[in-house]
């Protein structure tokens, strides 16, 4: 993602009002583990447990405590609790939402901590549709992409910590559309992990937190008469962070698998609430939403394009997150599986246990592997290889091919501990994103760890 530029949850099997009374206390992605009977192991004991002891460590350097100064550049921490930032070392000095969110289900973000991220995150929502000096739109109910920690301000785009200066059109007119979604996630887990629901009620600056939640849910822009996300090339907003370097346009995949999965999440909510006309009106639309991705986006192979315009690129992270969700079902599940497994086995999804966005197969051209992108080829967004989605690819992987899966983990683990952080300065691993030429971005990054271990656990149950 660009941070200066910048789970896998739900899995939909059962009919949405089972969902409604699955214990909090366990875990839905264990609940989709049940219903799927894949058991089986993908990674061995010992190197769960290194990934769980590391993930644990990143996370706590990923921390910022109160009163804490992680930058000569930023002051400290004011906010009045801890916050977890992207990653560790001197990287990142804010708060991003989707980093979080992603890495919630990982289970080692205590409730108290998650509450004051979630309550900080709800009361910099906007609250007037604003425009910046920068010509772009700040809408009613939209998220911030990051919150400052000595100021507590939002910075609604990629790009910069500047309050002032945010919102250009490099990084989209409008905010990125995934931070709506994580925020409702972050209000559905915290929900979850506490068994309270009366939070949901509080008023936050005039607005109660299920409005709120309901205010984020509609700011991603739809065609009329679907609830696909959609944008076009003069009001275009990021359709995910961690490719707000690539320009997308028309029906946006992965935003619309967050839309679904804060359909499921939102249903529930509004369920414990008593409020079962909404519940109702969220689950028809997560059912709509299931019925319209794979509609939309499958090509012949079995995978999920990123858009329906620019950048339409065949999507792997969509795809395996497609997967990992549920909304790929039947005979598609399988042709999709194994195409999958087929492109690990042929070199053309992974490196050391990293994916690419975009298989080399697939590249755009000889000079980008998107069509339109911020970055150069082979780097960064743009074809480096990155470890947050290889556990929602080792899961799909794992329904038509164990040991291949098993193999993609073990080259996931085997890099990490070859380039374990804590051995010293001069390593980096979790790093965001590397390439085979010898490039490594940002280390001791939290999703890189957090998302696949939240995954890997659920085969060790």
Not at 6 to 11: E, I, M
Not at 211 to 228: C, F, H, N, Q, S
Request: hydrophobic content about 35%; glycine content about 8%; proline content about 5%.
């Amino acid at each position: 993602m660009n941070k200066n530029k910048l789970v896998p949850v739900l899995v939909y099997r059962y009919k949405l009002q089972i969902l409604f009374l699955f214990s909090l206390s366990v875990t839905v992605n264990v609940i989709a583990q049940t219903e799927t009977g894949t058991k089986e192991q993908i990674l061995n004991v010992d190197d769960f447990k290194f990934l769980e002891g590391l993930t644990k460590n990143v996370l706590e350097d990923s921390r910022i405590y109160p009163g804490q100064s992680i930058s000569k550049d930023f002051g400290p921490n004011n906010t009045g609790g801890v916050l977890i930032r992207p990653g560790g070392r001197d990287c990142y000095p804010a708060f991003w939402i989707r980093d979080y969110a992603m890495s919630l289900e990982c289970g080692f973000v205590p409730p108290e901590e998650q509450k004051h991220m979630l309550m900080l995150t709800a009361s910099t929502q906007c609250n007037q549709t604003m425009i910046t000096k920068g010509g772009c739109m700040i809408p009613l109910g939209a998220v911030a992409d990051h919150i400052r920690i000595d100021d507590g301000l939002p910075v609604y785009f990629p790009g910069t910590y500047s309050y002032e200066d945010q919102g250009t059109s490099n990084w989209g007119t409008f905010p990125p559309y995934c931070d709506q979604f994580y925020f409702i996630h972050m209000a559905y887990f915290y929900a979850k992990q506490s068994s309270d629901y009366r939070f949901l009620l509080d008023e936050i600056k005039g607005f109660s937190l299920i409005d709120r939640l309901e205010m984020a849910y509609k700011v991603p822009p739809t065609r009329i008469g679907t609830p696909i996300v959609y944008t076009t090339e003069n009001l275009r907003g990021v359709d995910f962070g961690f490719r707000d370097a690539i320009v997308m346009t028309g029906d946006l995949c992965f935003p619309s698998l967050l839309k679904y999965q804060s359909s499921v999440e939102l249903a529930c909510l509004f369920e414990k609430i008593n409020n079962k006309p909404k519940s109702e009106e969220y689950r028809k639309l997560a059912e709509t939403l299931k019925e319209s991705i794979p509609n939309l986006f499958f090509d012949q192979r079995g995978m999920l394009s990123a858009s329906t315009g620019k950048s339409k690129q065949a999507d792997v992270w969509s795809t395996a997150f497609a997967v990992y969700l549920g909304i790929i079902e039947g005979d598609m599940l399988k042709i999709t599986c194994q195409f999958l497994a087929d492109a690990f086995q042929n070199g053309t999804l992974a490196y050391k246990g990293n994916i690419r966005h975009v298989l080399t197969s697939d590249d755009y051209s000889n000079t980008t592997v998107w069509e339109h992108a911020r970055a150069k080829k082979n780097t960064y967004q743009n074809g480096a290889y990155w470890g947050t989605p290889t556990g929602w690819v080792c899961y799909a992987i794992a329904k038509a091919d164990l040991n291949a899966a098993r193999r993609l983990g073990s080259e996931y683990m085997e890099d990490l501990k070859a380039n374990d952080y804590r051995k010293g300065e001069n390593y980096g691993a979790p790093y965001e994103c590397f390439h085979p030429s010898g490039n490594r971005q940002n280390p001791v990054y939290l999703t890189t760890v957090t998302c696949p271990y939240t995954v890997f656990k659920i085969f060790m149950q």
